[in-house]
């Protein structure tokens, strides 16, 4: 079992830059798929950005362009870049296999775009 830890949230200005890791306890080597996920508040959580096998990487149109998703193998440990971030971006970050498993659950780390 693996258990991921993430972190690099924190509050952004609109427009700004925001950088999150996703530590994981064991090697990410042999998955195939990852994710990172958001849920906003009093919204169901959704998948943002997610990376098959080491450089197939996937997002849905509220994020492209905006978002990078990577991983280094050696570290593992998953990232997401975010630019120009914007209000709609808030909201707490989580990191999880494609699709998820409900034991892998971190607490997530808060995103928060305001003025």
């Known amino acids: 079992q693996v258990q991921f830890v993430e972190s690099g949230g924190g509050l952004v200005q609109p427009g700004g830059s925001l950088g999150l890791s996703c530590a994981a306890s064991?090697?990410?080597?042999?998955?195939?798929?990852m994710g990172w996920y958001r849920q906003a508040p009093g919204k169901q959580r959704e998948l943002v950005a997610q990376?098959?096998?080491?450089?197939?990487?996937i997002y849905p149109d509220s994020v492209k362009g905006r978002f990078t998703i990577s991983k280094d193998i050696a570290k593992n440990t998953m990232y997401l870049q975010m630019n120009s971030l914007k209000s709609e971006d808030t909201a707490v970050y989580y990191c999880?296999?494609?699709?998820?498993?409900?034991?892998?659950w971190g607490n997530g780390t808060l995103v928060t775009v305001s003025s």
């Open positions: 999880n296999l494609v699709p998820p498993r409900t034991d892998y």
């Open positions: 064991g090697s990410i080597s042999s998955i195939y798929a």
């Open positions: 990376i098959i096998g080491a450089i197939i990487t």
